[in-house]
């Protein structure tokens, strides 16, 4: 469920940084289309890495880095020590985590993020931010989706 979220609030995101959480699904698709037409540079109708990376306001890195696969280093403290830490480009880096919510958005697995797909991550953050599920996010759900963004945000950095 917390990755679902996660991977709700990297399809808001962009809606959300620059006008109010739409109200409706329908209000969501216009705004995803929007942000989309305007992320989509070279006019393929897919975002690449990059674009994505530039749309959420990642470091370009943050998407197209290659990682590793260990999510841990271990290493010899100055103590004589085995010590344990986090690898900062391993697969639960800030970077492993972007990588991670990309691959889940791509569904089809083509390396590139449809208007389709897009949507789809869209409408699934909607329907779980929706919790009476009467199509409209009220006050209290829109309050609790734009906290769950802001979460989210800090995580990456943002």
Known sequence: MRVLLAL??????????AQELPMTREGLDSAIGQYFAGADRNGDGRLDREETAAILGFARSMLTARRDAEPFILDTGPDGRPRLSLNE??????????????RRTDADGDGALSLAEVRAAGREAFDLADRDHDGILDDQEREAAKKKIGLLSKVFGG
């Open 89 to 102: 480009n391993g697969p639960l880096s800030q970077g492993g985590m972007a990588d991670m919510l990309y």
């Open 8 to 17: 709700a609030a990297l399809a808001l995101s962009a809606a959300a940084s």
